[in-house]
T-cell receptor, first 113, second 114 residues
Framework: DAGVTQSPTHLIKTRGQQVTLRCSPK?????VSWYQQALGQGPQFIFQ???????QRGNFPDRFSGHQFPNYSSELNVNALLLGDSALYLC????????????FGNGTRLTVT | AQSVTQLDSHVSVSEGTPVLLRCNYS??????LFWYVQHPNKGLQLLLK??????LVKGINGFEAEFKKSETSFHLTKPSAHMSDAAEYFC????????????FGAGTRLFVKA
């Protein structure tokens, strides 16, 4: 039973570029959440997708957008990259039931130069 | 609004001694509370969760936490630390006022000395 998988594991981009990160949820899960974790800090909630729609959103600019596909997998897109976007991006899947625990992938390490 | 405060950024213990990681929360309604652990360069793993059942919650790897509503605390404990417990620990709150967004504390780094 595969857990949450994220790709790629590492990525280096230049300021101003665009990036797409991908996530496949744990089998049986229908909800995907994305978090940004800067070095030495706790994860910050970006947004959550359920039934292919954004259900909740944190305090992130519109440069951060996402998508969920019919198979529940998800993408995180970041446009016009800034140096400050360098972080570990974590995907977590869960069941749609409220307060279902999150299951995390190992993350994508994004470095913006 | 919901929030969570981890009172110690770093905790250092000797192997075999008790562990206490402190967490206070703020929530307008009955919250759900979680502890997650993160080993270096890894994703997060759920240790335990509280969702309005028993106030003493047992988790994996010998960890447990007690929900104290009067103190708005959810401290994580373990009777005897092991070297493999060295990691970053996050206290997490979720409640209906936040639309069940999951809010993480800043984390506590646990060091275990031999």
């Amino acid at each position: 039973d595969a857990g949450v998988t994220q790709s790629p594991t590492h990525l280096i981009k230049t300021r101003g570029q665009q990036v797409t990160l991908r996530c496949s949820p744990k089998s049986g899960h229908d909800t995907v959440s994305w978090y940004q974790q800067a070095l030495g800090q706790g994860p910050q909630f970006i947004f959550q997708y359920y039934e292919e729609e954004e259900r909740q959103r944190g305090n992130f600019p519109d440069r951060f957008s996402g998508h969920q596909f019919p198979n529940y997998s998800s993408e995180l897109n970041v446009n016009a990259l800034l140096l400050g976007d360098s972080a570990l991006y974590l995907c977590a899947s869960s069941l749609s039931a409220n307060n279902s625990p999150l299951h995390f992938g190992n993350g994508t390490r994004l470095t913006v130069t | 609004a919901q929030s969570v405060t981890q009172l110690d950024s770093h905790v250092s213990v000797s192997e075999g001694t008790p562990v206490l990681l402190r967490c206070n929360y703020s929530s307008s309604y009955s919250p759900s509370l979680f502890w997650y652990v993160q080993h270096p360069n890894k994703g997060l793993q759920l240790l335990l969760k509280y969702t309005s059942a028993a106030t003493l919650v047992k988790g994996i790897n010998g960890f447990e936490a007690e929900f104290k509503k009067s103190e708005t605390s959810f401290h994580l404990t373990k009777p005897s630390a092991h070297m493999s417990d060295a990691a970053e620990y996050f206290c997490v709150v979720s409640d209906i006022t936040g639309g069940f967004k999951t809010i993480f504390g800043a984390g506590t780094r646990l060091f275990v000395k031999a």
